[in-house]
């Protein structure tokens, strides 16, 4: 199974600071078709996961800009600038290349 | 608007079977995959399976030879059954579309499943 390796486990950050999020992949994410299906989520307190970003990059919608996506192959990162309160949770990449489809272990968002 | 919504019993026996529903409104079941995924109590996401706009299946592994995904298109409502439940099955149960960018992009709200005796 592929495993993602999320890092840090846990980060501490101010109010209109920044987080990066790293997910590391024990494969390659490209799929046959060329298409690389990692995903990032969050999940706040008490709710189910919302989608952020699909395939990489591609912001879904709703979702500010202060969230991108970025990296290729098995490294990938998640940025969001200027943190607010509701960017609070556990953050989770998700790859959709390989069967079966795997979570990253998380990563919690706090303020600092 | 896409919604999905999950329901079943919250306590299940050990070795029993749970059987959930997704009961999904604002998509066509034939056009757009449901997966389900679970979350034990303070722990990570598992994906459980798919099915998949034309019916088809896939299941993870780990769970295949427990684990059956179903639908009725015309109720618009997907169904997990999964056989010989333990312990450590149990967990918040959730469904969500699989759609845009073939991410899984909309989620029901959860279902909680304890299993004990």
């Known amino acids: 199974d592929v495993v993602l390796t999320q890092t840090p486990v846990s980060l501490l950050i101010s109010l209109g600071g920044q987080a990066s999020i790293s997910c590391r992949s024990s494969q390659s994410l490209v799929h046959s078709n060329g298409n690389t299906y990692l995903h990032w989520y969050l999940q706040k307190p008490g709710q189910s996961p919302q989608l952020l970003i699909y395939q990489v990059s591609n912001r879904f919608s709703g979702i500010p800009d202060r969230f991108s996506g970025s990296g290729s192959g098995t490294d990938f990162t998640l940025k969001i600038s200027r943190v607010e309160p509701e960017d609070l949770g556990v953050y989770y990449c998700l790859q959709r290349t390989h069967n079966p489809w795997t979570f990253g272990g998380g990563t919690k968002l706090e303020l600092k | 608007q896409v919604q999905l919504k999950e329901s079943g019993p919250g306590l299940v026996k050990p070795s029993l079977t749970l059987s959930l529903t997704c009961t999904v409104s604002g998509f066509s079941l034939s056009s757009y995959g449901v997966i389900w995924v679970r979350q034990p109590p303070g722990k990570g996401l598992e994906w459980m399976g798919v099915i998949w706009g034309n019916g088809n299946t896939n299941y993870n592994s780990a769970l295949k030879s427990r684990l059956s995904i179903s639908r009725d298109t015309s109720k618009s409502q997907v169904f997990l059954k999964m056989n010989n439940l333990q312990t450590e099955d149990t967990a918040m149960y959730f469904c969500?579309?699989?759609?845009?960018?073939?991410?899984?992009?909309?989620w029901g709200q959860g279902v909680m499943v304890t299993v004990s005796s």
């Open positions: 969500a579309r699989l759609g845009q960018g073939a991410a899984f992009d909309y």
